[in-house]
C-alpha cells in the first residue's frame, strides 16, 4: 500500500504515483519549509490461535489495542491455558497406563520364569496383589482420561466460539 497525506495537510496541486507536488511561492533569496505528512497503512496478521501470553503482552505494553481488545486477548488466553492444561493433564494420565502396561509385562516375564522354583509359591501370591493393585489404578487413569475428555472438549469450544467472536482492530 502507498501512503497517503495526513488529515490537516495542504492539498497537492498535483499528483503522480509515489509523489504530491505543491506550489509554494516564496520571496526571493528567502527560505521557508511546508511541512508535509504523509501516513503508510500498515497490516499485520495475528492467529488468535497462535498467540501466547508473551505476544498479547507485547501489543497491551505498546498500546496498540484497545482495553475493551486487551480483556478479550486476555480471555483469549486463559481460555487456551484451561485447554492445555487439561490436555497436559491427559497426557500424564496416559504416560501413567504406559507405564503401568510396561510394569505388568515384567511381573508376567517374572511370573513366568518363577516356574518351578522353591520361592514361585510366595512371589506369585506378591506378583498377584501388585498386578491386581495396577489393575485398579488403571481403572482409575483411565476414567479420569474419559471424565477429562468432555471437559476438554467443552473448553476446546469455548476458545473456539471465542475466536470466531473476536474482533480487533488496533493502531499502532
Do not use: H
Amino acid at each position: 500500500m502507498g501512503s497517503t497525506l495526513a488529515k490537516g495537510n495542504k492539498e497537492p496541486d498535483e499528483t503522480a504515483p509515489g509523489a504530491f507536488r505543491f506550489k509554494f511561492e516564496i520571496a526571493p533569496k528567502a527560505t521557508a519549509s511546508l511541512p508535509i505528512e504523509e501516513v503508510r497503512i500498515l497490516q499485520n496478521s495475528f492467529q488468535l490461535t497462535n498467540l501466547d501470553e508473551d505476544q498479547i503482552a507485547v501489543f497491551i505494553k505498546n498500546g496498540s489495542v484497545s482495553p475493551n481488545v486487551t480483556e478479550a486477548l486476555k480471555k483469549v488466553a486463559a481460555q487456551k491455558a484451561t485447554v492445555a492444561k487439561l490436555e497436559t493433564e491427559m497426557e500424564n494420565r496416559q504416560k501413567d497406563i504406559d507405564r503401568i502396561l510396561a510394569d505388568q509385562v515384567r511381573l508376567r516375564e517374572n511370573m513366568e520364569a518363577l516356574k518351578g522354583s522353591a520361592e514361585e509359591k510366595a512371589l506369585l501370591q506378591r506378583y498377584t496383589r501388585e498386578l491386581d493393585q495396577q489393575e485398579t489404578e488403571l481403572d482409575s487413569l483411565r476414567k479420569t482420561i474419559q471424565d477429562t475428555e468432555p471437559q476438554r472438549d467443552k473448553a476446546n469450544n469455548v476458545l473456539d466460539d471465542m475466536i470466531a467472536n473476536f474482533d480487533l482492530d488496533a493502531t499502532i
